[in-house]
């Protein structure tokens, strides 16, 4: 997927991080064609949501990132390319929770801008 002429991969981070991790080369090529990546970060699903937090879920961004930096993509390229999404789509949700996603999204995307790169 990562060869294919595409702008950004969004992949489901929450549950697979680990699976994209055996292809760094890929991911450090393709982000130096100017890609994106987008985190499937926040669960789409009510039972694994209502145990998060923006701290818990930034922990588990930071762990789903580190593999990249150790095979020798910067941690700040990374998140510059970077964006943060539910971890497949919304319509599962309850009003309220798919709320509750999208809230955790925002401020956990203004926490990572301001610690990475020094913004907010």
């Known amino acids: 997927m990562l060869g294919l002429p595409i702008d950004i991969l969004s992949f489901d981070a ?20 100017g890609s994106a990546m987008a985190w499937g970060i926040v669960p789409n699903d009510e039972d694994h949501l209502a145990k998060e937090t923006v701290a818990s879920l930034k922990d588990r961004l930071e762990e789903a990132i580190a593999p990249f ?27 309220a929770a798919a709320e509750q996603a999208l809230a ?16 907010a």
């Open 104 to 119: 955790f999204l925002a401020e956990l995307s203004d926490k990572v801008r301001a610690r990475y790169l020094g913004t």
């Open 14 to 33: 929450y549950n697979y991080a680990g699976a994209l991790s055996a292809y760094a080369a890929e991911v450090r090529s393709f982000l130096g064609k």
């Open 69 to 95: 930096a150790k095979d020798g993509i910067a941690f700040r390229q990374l998140v510059k390319q970077s964006l943060v999404t539910p971890s497949c789509g919304l319509a599962s949700l309850s009003p």
